[in-house]
């Protein structure tokens, strides 16, 4: 098996043994920063330190850890990088969309991911060089619309500037906007085509680092809001402008930066 479908394996299983018999079983409880975590959370991070650190015995970098630890591992050469549940808030009210997330991260770069949910038994994945896929099925499924009126737009409304965030009520240049609550599976679904487009004001490491691969292995295209590189941002706080192709991208692009933020 290579290494992709090790990691697929490793995240099904976990899935299965720690995820679903939690499911709307257990206590929420609150972070310093007021953020959302349960046992669950707990448990599938350590699963996952445990068994991926089998198959390639580098640091593991989680949602789950103190910000000092985090810091510290981020400086190593190569981690793995994990979200042990992506959509908190979902998993403990019912909503069936949220999901594990696993990236291998080289020197700030994600060089393999894979973002499953355990619901929907959805397994997308990717490997840098070489496409990506949802349950072996080459992304996208659909093509990306080619005008931004026509767009389903995934956008997260919390984090942006509050000029971007006015601007996009008042006059949206899609057809259609949505926000699911968990960043790796939005990542997905821009690589699948079931959004053209996605806008995010500021996500953490484990939030991206998975999906935003997924979606450039698609043939997606992503930057941040005010820089091209999108992997040479902030680990900690990445902005994420994106979409399913490269003339979608540029359009998608210009209005946010051209209306200003």
Same mark, same amino acid.
């Given at each position: 098996?290579?290494?992709?479908?090790?990691?697929?394996?490793?995240?099904?299983?976990?899935?299965?043994?720690?995820?679903?018999?939690?499911?709307?079983?257990? #206590?929420?409880?609150?972070?310093?920063?007021?953020?959302?975590?349960?046992?669950?959370?707990? #448990?599938?991070?350590?699963?996952?330190?445990?068994?991926?650190?089998?198959?390639?015995?580098?640091?593991?970098?989680?949602?789950?850890?103190?910000?000092?630890?985090?810091?510290?591992?981020?400086?190593?050469?190569?981690?793995?990088?994990?979200?042990?549940?992506?959509?908190?808030?979902?998993?403990?009210?019912?909503?069936?969309?949220? #999901?594990?997330?696993?990236?291998?991260?080289?020197?700030?770069?994600?060089?393999?991911?894979?973002?499953?949910?355990?619901?929907?038994?959805?397994?997308?994945?990717?490997?840098?060089?070489?496409?990506?896929?949802?349950?072996?099925?080459?992304?996208?499924?659909?093509? #990306?619309?080619?005008?931004?009126?026509?767009?389903?737009?995934?956008?997260?409304?919390?984090?942006?500037?509050?000029?971007?965030?006015?601007?996009?009520?008042?006059?949206?240049?899609?057809?259609?906007?949505?926000?699911?609550?968990?960043?790796?599976?939005?990542?997905?679904?821009?690589?699948?085509?079931?959004?053209?487009?996605?806008?995010?004001?500021?996500?953490?490491?484990?939030?991206?680092?998975?999906?935003?691969?997924?979606?450039?292995?698609?043939?997606?295209?992503?930057?941040?809001?005010?820089?091209?590189?999108?992997?040479?941002?902030?680990?900690?706080?990445?902005?994420?402008?994106?979409?399913?192709?490269?003339?979608?991208?540029?359009?998608?692009?210009?209005?946010?930066?051209?209306?200003?933020?």
């Amino acid at each position: 098996m290579n290494l992709i479908g090790e990691v697929a394996s490793i995240v099904r299983r976990i899935s299965e043994t720690e995820i679903l018999p939690r499911y709307l079983k257990v #206590a929420r409880l609150r972070k310093a920063d007021g953020s959302l975590f349960t046992e669950a959370d707990l #448990a599938v991070q350590e699963a996952l330190r445990r068994e991926l650190t089998k198959i390639n015995p580098v640091p593991l970098i989680g949602e789950e850890m103190e910000k000092a630890e985090q810091a510290t591992l981020w400086n190593s050469g190569e981690l793995w990088c994990v979200d042990p549940i992506d959509g908190t808030s979902n998993f403990v009210n019912g909503i069936p969309y949220f #999901a594990v997330s696993v990236a291998l991260m080289r020197k700030g770069r994600s060089v393999l991911g894979a973002v499953y949910n355990p619901v929907s038994k959805e397994m997308f994945t990717a490997m840098k060089g070489e496409g990506a896929y949802l349950d072996g099925e080459r992304l996208p499924l659909r093509q #990306a619309n080619e005008q931004l009126n026509g767009s389903i737009a995934a956008v997260d409304f919390k984090r942006l500037p509050r000029a971007l965030a006015t601007r996009l009520v008042a006059s949206p240049p899609y057809s259609s906007q949505r926000n699911f609550g968990a960043c790796s599976l939005e990542w997905c679904y821009a690589a699948a085509g079931r959004v053209d487009l996605y806008l995010h004001g500021g996500q953490k490491l484990w939030d991206y680092a998975a999906g935003a691969l997924i979606l450039e292995e698609s043939g997606g295209c992503v930057c941040c809001i005010d820089q091209d590189d999108f992997w040479e941002a902030s680990p900690w706080t990445r902005s994420a402008i994106a979409a399913g192709n490269r003339g979608l991208f540029e359009k998608w692009r210009n209005w946010i930066r051209e209306g200003g933020t």
